[in-house]
């Protein structure tokens, strides 16, 4: 990134003997050049947020772009494996998401069209071949 991007991301040599926690480290030097922090670790962005830092974590960014499924939608999936029930079968979205197929352990390597029943979170959820 930093060839890439020379202008944009700088090493910078900071350090804070009276702190010893790295995360605390991050925080006093975000505040002090007034840089927005990027991470992915949750708890470093509630603590950055509650010291009134630019956070973006790339944790909720991924979830704010992945595709949402709603009940009745269609989609194109190739079943990769079985699932955990006799039935099921087990595809991923390009995000990967896994989608959990019923009666899909039949079709394990083919790419089938389903259509989708439910959605929990972090998981989807696919029934019916169309």
Known sequence: MQDAYPDRIVIHSADYEDISAVDSKLIRLAQE???LLLTHDFNLS???NLQKVSILNINDLAQAVRPIYLPGDYLEIKI???GKEPSQGIGYLEDGTMVV???GKNRVGEEVRVIVTSSLQNRGWAHDFC
């Open 33 to 35: 050049i007034s840089a």
């Open 46 to 48: 509630k603590v950055a």
């Open 80 to 82: 990769l494996k079985e």
């Open 101 to 103: 197929v019923e009666e």
